[in-house]
């Protein structure tokens, strides 16, 4: 099926590779879909994604975009700030109620080069534990985020000196 997938994206047949998508079981073409864009790296893949919302947005495409944007195309300039948007139009779609749309989120947030702040990665882990309180990565976010945000209090007499300047 990989194989078949890459063909018709890569051809710009997204009719049939829609059909295919419509009569195969979703994790079994996200699965083969997220190999195929791994083995070309074209940008067709993201292409097909954007054109299938057109139809129909739904958090299944947004979840395969973010999935595309962090795997194989994440070298792609702005591929994790596109994956932003498709994880937090998840999050909407779902009403905040799906903890992998919000951990989604989350794992913006401990790339090397984050996304999203801490205070945004502190309120994602806050709900994702009011959902699931024994959540493992939502915990040890809360920690990180929480001992970044406690160092940032400034005290406000160390600025009393720019009063005069």
Do not use: C, W
Request: hydrophobic fraction near 45%.
């Amino acid at each position: 099926m990989k194989d078949e997938i890459e063909y018709l994206i890569l051809s710009g047949n997204f009719a049939a590779a829609k059909k295919m998508m419509d009569e195969t079981d979703f994790m079994a073409f996200e699965e083969a879909f997220i190999s195929a864009a791994h083995d070309s790296e074209s940008m067709m893949f993201y292409t097909f994604i954007v054109d299938m919302m057109q139809e129909d947005e739904t958090v299944e495409l947004h979840d395969l975009a973010f999935l595309l944007l962090v795997y194989p195309l994440s070298d792609v300039s702005g591929a994790f700030n596109a994956a932003y948007y498709h994880a937090k139009r998840s999050v909407i779609l779902t009403d905040h109620k799906e903890i992998k749309s919000l951990l989604q989120l989350l794992f913006l947030y401990a790339i090397p080069d984050p996304v999203i702040s801490d205070k945004e990665a502190f309120s994602v882990a806050k709900e994702i534990l009011k959902k699931d309180p024994e959540n493992k990565v939502a915990r040890n976010i809360l920690k990180q985020t929480a001992k970044k945000l406690d160092s940032v209090v400034v005290d406000i007499n160390h600025f009393n000196h720019i009063k005069k300047a």
